[in-house]
């Protein structure tokens, strides 16, 4: 057990309450007295992870519910096949995505878009590439009774949890006082309160967006600068540098066909000027990790990508320096991994629905 020493740590705290403020709820993010690299990035948004885990509107939650939403999110059983789970596409071991270009689902069948990743998902100010989900409960919903994806329905996911009886008792414990917990609204809030702690805290960049002025080192500064300079920042911003807002794909250049895919983004579900080929941006944090990128998954190179960004998005042809740059600072945004231990998954009856797969 760590020794505290409580005159220092009070001194500490004293200095701290001096010097930092608190930015849209993350601790300590200095405000006086920082290198001018620090303050640019600050003023165009970035921000470090909260400490706190995101509180999410109308979906209270609670150490029962979590546990839960973990079962759930490693059970094939919600699946027509009982053989993928939201695991399958959203790997909690490998960066929160599946790499693929895009993911398989029932019957083999390959889906239109590549698989973001769940971590820091919550941060995104709605989910799917198209936004057509505003919360993380109500993309949930979306992949269990996609065709192409787990395939089952909410009346076939009740089944299957009504015919084992410990998840009855895990449905009661984690909504005590309703006649009849076990809906298919609650299996998507409680894997929505899983998924919600699949964050990737203190990465590099966190760190210095608090004020360790150590913690990227001169290429990745170099790299930050050319990505405020540059523009990159536009769109990849906020908590989870990305996420929050939809973009055209090709604003000076368009990228190549393929990469396109005749995909017209959000414009197929708003029909709005303006939201042809337009997508939200993903988020950059842990994007060693993510590959292959774009809606398409067709680039698997990240310096691709980016030389691709810059001439498409900014109109720009960045130097190799520059993008080795960008590379080096892209490291910085990889955080602390989520530790999520593999669960014991109640066993089923003679009642349970068989598998089909078909």
Sequence with gaps: MKKILVPVVLTVLVVVAISCTKKDGSKGVITGGMEPLLQSALDAGMLPIPYELKVMEGNPSSPEKIELGKLLYFDPRLSKSQLLSCNTCHNVGFGG?????????????KGPRNSPTVFNSVYNTSQFWDGRAADLKEQAKGPIQASVEMAATPEYVVEVLKSIPEYVEEFKLAFPGEADPVTFDNVAATIALFEATLTT???????YLRGDLAALNSEQKAGLAVYIDQGCVSCH?????????????????????????GDKGRFALTQAEGDEFAFKAPTLRNIEYTAPYFHTG?????????????????????SEENIKQLLALMDAFTGEQPQIMYPTLPPSTDNTPKPVWK
């Design 298 to 318: 067709k680039v698997w190179s990240l310096a691709e990508a980016t030389q691709l960004m810059s001439s498409s998005q900014l109109g720009i042809e960045l």
């Design 201 to 207: 805290p203190n990465a590099p960049i966190d760190k």
């Design 237 to 261: 911003t906020g908590v989870n540098l990305g996420g929050d807002g939809y973009f055209e794909f090709g604003v000076f250049e368009s990228p190549d066909a393929d990469v396109v895919a």
């Design 97 to 109: 995505d599946d790499y693929q270009e895009t993911s398989l689902g029932h019957g083999w069948a």
